[in-house]
DNA sequence: ATGTAC
């Protein structure tokens, strides 16, 4: 099937080169101008070859523009190194190119100390997914993601994992109950509870960071949507875990995944255009954009940022909270971590900033939570604290395919019968969420025996997720 | 990821 849309390929065909033209031109592209895609390419062309007569031209005369003063645009662009710095790419063999290729350009950032690809990396906007950064005294609001403090938590309860068969049903009412899912979606006057975050004199930074209250307010303790998921499952320990005082067994427990819901992307969207126009990085690197730590916009996105890590665990807890007291069960443990952040570390003897962008900290002996899938275990993991992955390891499995991939080639009927060779209810998904279009997590687990060790497994058996594409509640 | 945007 002919693509009937102008892409980059093409408009290099036409003699364009990768630079901020290109951005232009591709943005320009992005219009309705009810022009055939022929007729777009001859406009592209035009303008290339004299752009002095698109001037004038309410359309083009930014690309014209931009075409006429190239030269002067790139010399005042940030120099990235030449050569990348190195980096170990764990598990690099079922790592699409995409990804490598942009870890390859955050390795040539001036600011850039050192970093490490994950082995469930994927293509990202800027930084890659899986993709770990330490960068000198500079953030990079895309190495973060838009999904600012992203992250698990898992509660262990004193309930024997057959109580998962025993209340099957009792369980499935609980996550119906207190959980709200979907994009958009929040809590109703009388379903809104308190919590301590909303009191964070963060939220007084400025203006805009203030406006952002209200709809945490009324978004806390929401999942919102695509891979986020309240599930509960067994808990495995094979043996006794002396630092969380477990007992062999196993046990029922509930795991979620989330992060700071429209509060995030609103902060993660507003700094990623403000550090688009302080640091102007040639064009393969515009989305990794950063800014000075010392500077008002750094420092502002630094606790904007420390502030929706602190709202997407608070999310956690009003759940977690809200389960646990409706279970009526007492708490054996609860672990949790961020894995979409960044922080302050010390790597080499130098205090660095480790950015990482769906990666799960693996310091050593700090316990992080790394989900498969929905009918595939999890890990509760203990960090190795290998430096050469930057005290990181992944955040889960990894797409094996693209969200509209999966929708177009899987079928429901295989998703239903891995489902039930699990023993796993589902409620909500969509077939992008199937466990087909992950990676096996035990290669990815493999790929990372140098950086984690497992202390338990975790089986999901209920799992609630976003309705698919529906706006119901 | 988010209920958005040249």
Request: net charge negative; proline share 3%.
């Amino acid at each position: 099937m002919k693509n009937k849309r102008i892409n980059g390929n093409d408009l290099i065909a036409l003699g364009y080169k990768e630079n901020h033209a290109m951005g232009v031109a591709l943005k320009i592209n992005k219009k309705r101008l009810g022009l055939t895609k022929e007729e777009m390419l001859q406009k592209f062309k035009d303008v290339l070859e004299t752009p002095e007569s698109f001037l004038v031209d309410s359309t083009f005369e930014p690309l014209a523009n931009v075409l006429l003063n190239i030269e002067k645009i790139d010399d005042e662009l940030i120099t990235l190194n030449d050569k990348p710095n190195e980096y170990t790419v764990y598990g690099a063999e079922n790592i699409e190119e995409g990804a490598k290729d942009q870890m390859n350009v955050a390795m040539t950032l001036p600011v850039t100390v050192a970093g490490a690809l994950m082995p469930d990396a994927h293509q990202g906007y800027g930084l890659p997914i899986g993709g770990v950064l330490a960068t000198k005294n500079a953030i990079i609001p895309y190495g973060v993601g838009v999904d600012i403090g992203c992250r698990m938590a898992l509660s262990v309860f004193d309930l024997p994992a057959t109580y998962l068969d025993l209340e099957h049903h009792k369980l499935k009412k609980i996550l119906i109950d207190n959980t709200k899912f979907g994009a958009g979606h929040s809590f109703l006057k009388h379903e809104r509870s308190d919590h301590a975050v909303l009191d964070n004199s963060l939220f007084e930074t400025n203006a805009f960071i203030r406006e952002l209250k209200d709809k945490a307010w009324t978004q806390l303790g929401t999942s919102g949507g695509g891979n986020h998921f309240v599930e509960f499952g067994v808990m495995e320990f094979k043996e006794k875990d002396e630092v969380l005082n477990i007992e062999k067994g196993s046990y029922l427990a509930l795991l979620t995944h989330s992060g700071s819901r429209g509060m995030g992307a609103t902060i993660a969207d507003h700094y990623t255009k403000l550090a688009k126009e302080l640091c102007k990085l040639p064009f393969k690197a515009q989305n990794l954009a950063y800014l000075d730590l010392d500077s008002e916009a750094g420092h502002e996105y630094w606790l904007a940022m420390n502030l929706a890590g602190d709202y997407a665990s608070a999310c956690h807890e009003m759940i977690h909270v809200k389960i646990k007291s409706a279970l009526g069960a007492e708490l054996l443990a609860k672990v949790e971590n961020h894995h979409n952040f960044a922080w302050k570390e010390q790597f080499n003897g130098e205090e660095v900033i480790v950015h990482r962008k769906g990666a799960t900290p693996a310091s050593k002996d700090v316990m992080g939570i790394i989900p498969g899938s929905m009918a595939t275990p999890g890990f509760l993991v203990r960090g190795k604290g290998e430096e050469t992955s930057i005290n990181s390891a992944s955040h889960g499995a990894g797409r094996l395919m693209s969200r509209t991939k999966a929708i177009k080639s899987l079928s429901k009927s295989d998703l239903s019968s891995l489902l039930a060779d699990n023993g796993v209810t589902l409620i909500g998904a969509g077939m992008d969420e199937a466990p087909m279009a992950y990676k096996d997590i035990h290669t990815v687990m493999a790929a990372q025996k140098d950086l984690v060790d497992i202390v338990a497994t975790f089986l999901p058996k209920i799992v609630r997720m976003a309705d698919d594409g529906s706006r119901e509640d």
